[in-house]
């Protein structure tokens, strides 16, 4: 058995697998001592967000139908980065990928763990700055637009629900509350 906090594990096995997620069954005595199961979803990347943010404080936002929700979604330049590769390196990466930008200063802002009660998943999120353009090379899964809005703009699109992406709403408002002092 293997104690995690108050639960203890009794056996994990894999459900289901491909090359981005695995997905766990446990057998578990939960913290009142009963027992039951628990289901984890394990990625296999570190996810990655970027805001780049222009000298004028606009944000590069990129736009895509997202296949998971069956609607389109503005967001900021997201990815995988393998485990074990340096998380900056890869943040450079699905930058230029997505928008075709590249930055020369780099601010991690935050680290965060989304839908923790069935995920291990964690994640960071980049300010990305002195910004220069430059082509897009899309992965053949992505047909992405890119729109270019004042930071001002995109915090509205949040608010009016047009931005409902969590990973973009985090750095949305860790800019926002940077650049208000």
């Keep these: 058995m293997t104690r995690i906090g108050p639960w203890e594990r009794r056996t994990r ?29 394990h990625p296999r990347f570190l996810a990655v967000g970027i805001v780049p943010l ?16 069956d609607r389109y979604s503005w967001e900021i330049p997201e990815g995988g980065v393998p485990l074990g590769e340096d998380e900056l390196a890869g943040a450079r990466r699905e930058l230029a990928e997505e ?12 680290r965060h763990s989304l839908t923790n009660s069935i995920s291990d998943e964690r994640g960071v999120v980049f300010l990305a700055t002195g910004l220069t353009s430059g082509r897009a090379r899309p992965e053949p899964t992505e047909d992405i637009t890119v729109k270019v809005v004042p930071l001002a703009r995109a915090l509205e699109m949040v608010d009016e629900g047009e931005i409902h992406d969590a990973v973009t709403q985090l750095g949305l408002y860790a800019v926002a509350r940077l650049r208000s002092g």
Excluded: C, F, K
């Design 13 to 41: 096995r894999t459900v289901y697998e491909n090359p981005w997620i695995e997905v766990w069954h446990d057998d578990v005595v939960r913290p009142d001592g009963t027992d039951g199961i628990y289901g984890v979803v």
């Design 99 to 110: 928008t075709g930008y590249e930055a020369s200063t780099w601010r991690l802002m935050l």
């Design 54 to 69: 222009t000298g004028q404080g606009e944000v590069v936002l990129v736009g895509q139908y997202r296949y998971t929700l």
